[in-house]
């Protein structure tokens, strides 16, 4: 009981956690889950390397690297918002949040309009050609490379809202300097499913030869 | 009548509504976009997507996301707490309640009842297996029945390890509840619509895969295979967010004075348990999942007919399902350690040990998994040292073993239900260990794998590890949770009738598989001369259904009985047998201090807690 009134400590109990101690309790827990989590993204690694080997499908390189690049910019920001509100910055801090919302999503639009091409277009700039061909029935290459993006992107997705719920909870004046866990629950977070796409990036587009 | 009324506006049943509207949402708007787009009728996508929306509906109705929802729209709901106002106390338990004890009997009253269905599964084709030929039910109708029984014993023994812990474990280090009370209600109200869809497979075509879901039979099944992966898989995310409430509670809330090594031993095999859990249920979780992707969208990943590898399925998911049988195990070794020194009056024969050797055991046990695939055409160069590792567990195990002999002996041991209990496990977890290293060796595993043998060793360890050590817990803890005590004459005869039972089961079972008698199979050749094991087999069974409903009757019976008077009737040292029972809201008067050892019986040694510590400053 973190938010206790008098009456509540008259009450018998046994050990409780502090408000500090709260805290800790869900950085640890939250941690707990990342590694639960690597077990998810290592054993998606595992399924790549046991049914590409020491190749990999031809993809779109330059939106490749676009992408990936635009991730780790959110993830600046993120990290800029994130030290505005523990110096007590309110303003800043929700303006890099929704810089970080934005360039999540623009990395989101990137993957699933783009590479996965959900609405089969076609198109270049400057002679290259920007729409992804695979298909997920695209044999054991669509399988996987669907698989570990989409199942990337929906973190990525659930990322994005935890950054608006967090710039919501910031214009209701939720945060403070020393009062800030969701603010750094969700930039754990972020970072969190940005270094998980700084594995799987290599392991997509990098590693083995193109077919 | 009001019962009725308090039933009908309950968590369960505005979660099961959720659950069938957010399911047919899901499914025709799957449907609807598979329509438009004129693609052919397929049902498996919008099975998929039905099953996920259901399990969200049934949240959302059920109350379980309210609090996190208001979060989010920058409410700050204070945590509900105590017994329900203007409504029965017992309303709590069919609401969504964030107390760790009401959880813990949430998970152990559904575990027992999903017991209960999974075992009459069990008697319906025992009943089959009887005669040689098929005598009332069909092949499809067997593959369902002996599939379902798989994988609902496994949830049910799943809540009865989610029962222990979230009662016992912040109950016997101190704390007045775990960490994330709301991620702990969460925990429990998503094991609830998974156990519905497995259920609902049976309905809809039933499958044939066995609990295992091996590709490629499970992608080429009809539907009710989908709606099995999908229960499967969707039961993970209640074991990951259980896990993560254990292991903090035992970080975070532990009484002053408790040192990891002066936990009761319980809490130790529910961690290594946790453990596992938190990290071993996604690579199970992701073989399920691709499996469901491959059937709903044509994707490849284990089908050999377009480029893919069934083996790398065998990999993923017994890299999760050899060590959860830990899961099972660990609490209900926890529980043996726990209960012999309060019946030997002796302490417990190397402490740091048997809390060791849990976490020995659970660490040796993810890298084991390929025994299971000695006979599956795996690479020849991993057999070797699978058999080498899965012969290493016999050690842990056996200081286990060894500590438990050391500690009965010259001990002053009183023989009451729950010390039964606990010497019938040790008896029948022993025929399981013994039997486990003929398995693990490949030369022997060759001609037992697919036989009835590899049935009688998995039972033996699964009744030994678990099932018994649960019922000695249920009888050990049921006037601690009740106040009032249970029928001590049922529960003995609840013994005399379960273990002796399970004995003739258990070496019928094997003696049918060095006969020859294959496993998952309907139907045996009468020139197998198995079929006078098989009655005694059936025979067995149906004495042990007895039993357990004997049991069943003696815990609701019991309930009616007058409070007990001694408040601690086993004499026992450990904490939670120093405060009032049943156990107040937040659990203790004050924060105890532990100032002993848990287990120095008959030493003269000061107590291991002390309940009244002088009063801290400031709270
Ligand atoms: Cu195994």
Redesign the pocket.
């Known amino acids: 009981m973190s938010v206790g009134t008098v009456e509540d400590h008259a009450e018998h109990h046994g050990v409780e956690l502090s408000p500090e101690q709260q805290v800790k309790a869900n950085r640890f827990g939250l941690w707990l889950f990342f590694i639960s989590e690597i077990f998810l993204f290592t054993a998606l690694l595992v399924a790549r390397f046991f049914l590409w080997g020491n190749t990999r499908p031809e993809l779109n390189q330059v939106v490749g690297l676009i992408a990936t690049s635009v991730l780790l910019i959110s993830s600046f920001f993120v990290y800029r918002g994130e030290t505005a509100i523990e110096h007590g910055d309110k303003k800043r801090f929700m303006s890099n949040f929704l810089w970080a919302a934005l360039f999540g999503t623009l990395f989101f639009i990137g993957v699933v309009v783009l590479e996965w091409n959900i609405f089969g277009l076609s198109g270049e700039i400057a002679g290259i050609e920007i729409f992804g061909t695979l298909k997920p029935t695209d044999g054991v290459f669509g399988g996987v490379f669907f698989a570990m993006t989409g199942i990337h992107a929906l973190h990525v997705l659930s990322g994005i809202l935890l950054l608006l719920a967090a710039w919501y909870n910031g214009r209701k004046n939720n945060y403070s300097a020393t009062d800030n866990w969701g603010v750094e629950g969700t930039a754990l977070y972020w970072h969190y499913v940005d270094v998980v796409w700084v594995f799987f990036y290599p392991a997509l587009y990098l590693i083995g030869t193109a077919v | 009548m009001k019962t009725l009324k308090y039933w009908l506006i309950s968590g369960y049943t505005k979660g099961l509504i959720g659950m069938a509207i957010f399911y047919a949402l899901g499914f025709y708007l799957i449907q609807a976009m598979r329509n438009a787009s004129g693609a052919e009728y397929d049902p498996n996508p919008g099975v998929m997507i039905g099953a996920i929306f259901s399990v969200i509906g049934f949240l959302l109705f059920a109350g379980v996301l309210t609090d996190w929802l208001k979060w989010i729209v920058g409410k700050r709901p204070p945590l509900k707490h105590g017994p329900p106002q203007g409504r029965p106390e017992w309303t709590r338990y069919i609401n969504v309640d964030n107390n760790h004890k009401v959880i813990g009997i949430q998970y152990g009253i559904t575990g027992l009842f999903v017991f209960l269905v999974g075992g009459l599964f069990a008697l319906t084709f025992r009943l089959e297996l009887s005669q040689p030929g098929m005598q009332f039910l069909t092949y499809k109708g067997y593959n369902t029945l002996f599939s379902a029984h798989g994988i609902v014993m496994i949830v049910s023994i799943l809540l009865g390890v989610g029962a222990m812990s979230n009662y016992l474990v912040p109950l016997m280090v101190g704390a007045s509840d775990m960490p994330f009370p709301r991620l702990n209600a969460f925990s429990y109200w998503v094991s609830i619509p998974p156990i519905v869809l497995v259920l609902a497979a049976m309905v809809v075509g039933g499958w044939d895969t066995g609990w295992v879901g091996y590709p490629t039979l499970s992608l080429r099944g009809a539907i009710g295979t989908q709606l099995f992966l999908l229960g499967f898989y969707l039961f993970g995310f209640s074991s990951i967010a259980s896990s993560i409430n254990i292991i903090a509670t035992v970080a975070f809330m532990r009484a002053p004075g408790m040192s990891l090594f002066r936990m009761p031993i319980f809490v130790w095999g529910a961690l290594s348990a946790a453990l596992i859990q938190l990290t071993a249920t996604q690579t199970v979780g992701i073989s399920l999942l691709l499996s469901v992707m491959e059937r709903s969208f044509g994707m490849t990943f284990f089908d050999p007919a377009a480029g893919g590898q069934p083996i790398l399925y065998q990999h993923l998911f ?1 890299f999760y ?3 959860v ?1 830990y899961v099972f195990v660990l609490p209900g070794l926890g529980v043996i350690s726990e209960l012999l020194p309060v019946f030997a009056r002796k302490t417990l024969f190397g402490y740091k040990w048997i809390a060791l050797s849990s976490l020995g055991i659970a660490l040796v ?1 993810f890298l ?2 390929a ?2 695939m000695f006979v599956s055409g795996m690479a020849d160069s991993l057999r070797i040292p699978f058999m080498v590792t ?1 012969l290493f567990v016999a050690i842990p195990t056996g200081v286990k073993f060894f500590s438990w002999v050391a500690t009965l002996w010259e001990g002053k041991i009183s023989f009451e239900t729950p010390m039964l209990f606990v010497l019938g496990a040790i008896s029948v977890f022993l025929i399981g260990g013994i039997t486990g290293p003929i398995l ?1 060796t490949i030369p022997s595993d060759m001609p037992l794998h697919d036989s009835y043998w590899i049935v009688g060793h998995f039972h033996a360890t699964m009744f030994g590890g678990f099932v018994f050590p649960y019922f000695a817990a249920i009888y050990y803890w049921y006037p601690k949770v009740t106040g009032r005590m249970y029928n001590e004459k049922l529960g003995k005869l609840h013994f005399w009738l379960m273990v002796p039972g399970f004995w003739v089961m258990s070496f019928g079972q094997m003696s049918a598989g060095i006969a020859g008698m294959r496993r998952r199979i309907a139907d045996y050749d009468p020139a197998l001369g198995v079929t006078g094991t098989q009655i005694l087999i059936t025979i067995a069974a149906f004495v042990i259904a007895w039993s357990v409903i004997i049991f069943v009757y003696n815990l609701i019976a019991s309930a009616r009985r007058a409070p007990m008077t001694n408040p601690n009737p086993w004499r026992s040292r450990a904490p939670e047998w120093q405060t009032a029972s049943p156990v107040p809201e937040l659990n203790y008067d004050e924060t105890f201090e532990v100032v002993g050892g848990p287990y120095d019986y008959g030493k003269g040694t000061p107590a291991y807690v002390n309940m009244h510590p002088a009063a801290v400053p400031g709270d």
Do not use: E, N, Q
Request: aromatic share 16%; hydrophobic share 35%; no cysteine.
């Open positions: 017994w399902s050899h060590p049988v046990g084991v998994w025994h299971h899965t693990g």
